[in-house]
């Protein structure tokens, strides 16, 4: 009788919402939507800004580069502190910072005195508040999710959750720009973080005492003990150099958008909207297929199948020259980017021990926000040289290549995880037995 229920249409809904029983998490989930629509509003007309006054990939892959850098140096500070039990304190003073940076670009904007150095300085602003805010973002998932069993849950509901807005604010950014300029997009933006800090102080939490080791360990010691365990984990390190890898030479095809949505597609803003839309479409897929997910098992197979899914769809959207086209292409790039990035952030919440979890989670945050500027960068500076579509062909085939060679440790990696898994109750029982 209870297989029968699961296997029903209202059995996978409720095991695909399982996470939704925890009411901080469903406070976080309605706050932080809301405000992330008004994110992806701001990115994408970040990105049209940024090329309608330069005209030059290179200065677009350089503002991208400028706004992700400043993350790789302070993420792993972030992640001491997440560990010491201050997590909604800095998810609130993060948050607040995100909201000044928003408004201070929508009155530059809406006045008329923006220029491209005021775009770089605040990008730099929002790269350190980032750096801070991802790696104790995702800790203070824990602390939301009163059962351990519904947390890869958690993750990729946020991951659906970041898709629906990344769906839905560029489409909305597009006609905004169009209508009214980019300057409406930033303030929307800006507007839209009350939501999340409304969710995080009407948040009842648990008192978190730090650990007696947590309160004497400097943050030095904190960091070199946090790389002990990172380095010395095979499974985990093999996670975050995977995440490098695909955040350097194929993750910054997002940076080139602007340049497909009106140089080779022969669009406007409202073309960016609906290619960064059909990425979105694709990704919630994705995180709606990881959510119903009842297990961790198999999923280090699924996040190899998916790079090769990202791999070929980029490919065959790099060589497009039709909308039509493009635009289907993008679906499975942003299913293979969800299933690797929200995969891997469950691999690893999943292996991590708590005392750490913060620490982990800000290499994560170092493996996306510290190899993606790079990328972005030396995404921009070649599609100067050799054209944006032979740029993202290139960055495809050298990852595929990657992820091949890593395939042969596949085997041994799974058999350590799983050991971890087993011990930890997170297997079915037929996979534990």
């Not at 993606?372 to 062909?393: H, N, Y």
């Not at 992820?403 to 297997?427: E, H, M, T």
Request: glycine letters at 12%; charged letters at 15%; aromatic letters at 10%.
């Amino acid at each position: 009788m209870k297989d029968s229920a699961a296997a029903s249409p209202q059995g996978r809904l409720g095991a695909t919402l399982r996470a939704f029983r925890h009411r901080n998490y469903r406070l976080f989930f309605m706050g932080q939507g809301l405000s992330l629509v008004g994110t992806w509003m701001q990115r994408v007309a970040l990105s049209w800004l940024v090329y309608r006054l330069t005209n030059s990939p290179w200065l677009l892959g350089l503002v991208g580069f400028a706004g992700q850098l400043p993350s790789f140096f302070v993420a792993p500070l972030a992640g001491v502190w997440a560990d010491g039990g201050r997590s909604r304190r800095l998810l609130i003073l993060t948050q607040s910072l995100s909201m000044l940076q928003a408004l201070t670009l929508a009155v530059l904007v809406l006045g008329g005195w923006i220029e491209v150095w005021h775009v770089v300085v605040l990008s730099v602003l929002l790269g350190a508040i980032n750096g801070v805010d991802m790696p104790v973002r995702q800790s203070f998932l824990v602390e939301m999710i009163d059962d351990r069993q519904d947390l890869g849950n958690a993750i990729a509901l946020n991951s659906t959750m970041f898709n629906g807005a990344r769906l839905l604010g560029p489409a909305v950014a597009g006609l905004a720009i169009a209508l009214a300029g980019e300057g409406v997009c930033f303030l929307v933006n800006g507007l839209s973080y009350v939501a999340v800090l409304a969710s995080l102080v009407a948040m009842r939490l648990r008192p978190r005492v730090a650990g007696e080791g947590d309160r004497r360990r400097g943050m030095v010691e904190g960091l070199q003990e946090g790389w002990g365990y990172v380095s010395s984990f095979p499974p985990v390190w093999a996670i975050l150099l995977m995440l490098m890898t695909f955040n350097f030479v194929a993750m910054p095809y997002t940076v080139l958008l602007p340049i497909f949505a009106r140089d080779v597609l022969k669009g406007g803003p409202d073309t960016l909207g609906f290619l960064m839309g059909g990425a979105g479409v694709g990704a919630i897929i994705g995180a709606l297929y990881l959510a119903g997910r009842r297990s961790v098992a198999g999923l280090g197979r699924l996040i190899a199948w998916a790079a090769l899914v990202f791999c070929l769809a980029l490919t065959g959207f790099a060589l497009s020259r039709q909308l039509w086209l493009s635009l289907l292409l993008l679906i499975p790039v942003g299913f293979g980017q969800m299933l690797q990035m929200a995969g891997s952030n469950t691999l690893l919440q999943s292996l991590v021990e708590d005392r750490m979890r913060g620490r982990v989670m800000s290499f994560y945050t170092m493996s996306f926000m510290g190899t993606f500027p790079l990328g972005s960068l030396v995404m921009g500076w070649s599609a100067e040289r050799i054209g944006a579509s032979w740029t993202l062909a290139l960055g495809a085939g050298l990852y595929l290549l990657c992820a091949a060679v890593a395939l042969p440790r596949l085997p041994d990696l799974r058999r350590q995880a799983y050991s971890v898994y087993a011990r930890k109750g997170l297997l079915p029982a037929q996979e534990s037995a």
